[in-house]
C-alpha cells in the first residue's frame, strides 16, 4: 500500500499527525527534559513529534554532538 493512500485513510479518520518541528518554548523544554534524563523517544510523545525533531533541537541547543551516522 502506498503511504499517500495510508495517510488518506488517516485523514479521513481525524487521526491526528504528529508535527514536524519544535517551537521556541518547546525546543527549551524539550532541552530541559532531555538534561533531567528523559530519552528522545519519550519527549518526541510526550510533545506530539518525532524522535528526529527532537534530537534536532538538541543539537541546536548543544547538548549532543551532530552524527551523521545517526541519521536516516
Same mark, same amino acid.
Given at each position: =500500500?502506498?503511504?499517500?493512500?495510508v495517510f488518506?485513510? %488517516? #485523514?479521513?479518520?481525524? &487521526? $491526528?499527525?504528529?508535527? $514536524?518541528g %519544535?517551537?521556541?518554548?518547546e525546543? +527549551?523544554?524539550a &532541552?530541559? %527534559?532531555?538534561?533531567a534524563? @528523559?530519552? =528522545?523517544? +519519550?519527549?518526541? #510523545?510526550?510533545?506530539? @513529534?518525532? #524522535?528526529k +525533531? @527532537?534530537? &534536532?533541537?538538541?543539537v541546536?541547543a548543544?547538548?549532543? +554532538?551532530?552524527? $551523521?551516522?545517526?541519521?536516516?
Open positions: =500500500m502506498h503511504r499517500a493512500t488518506s485513510h %488517516l #485523514r479521513r479518520r481525524n &487521526v $491526528p499527525s504528529r508535527r $514536524p %519544535l517551537g521556541v518554548d525546543k +527549551a523544554e &532541552v530541559r %527534559l532531555a538534561r534524563g @528523559v530519552s =528522545m523517544r +519519550a519527549i518526541g #510523545r510526550r510533545m506530539g @513529534v518525532g #524522535r +525533531a @527532537v534530537r &534536532v533541537s538538541l541546536e548543544g547538548l549532543i +554532538a551532530d552524527d $551523521p551516522s545517526e541519521r536516516s
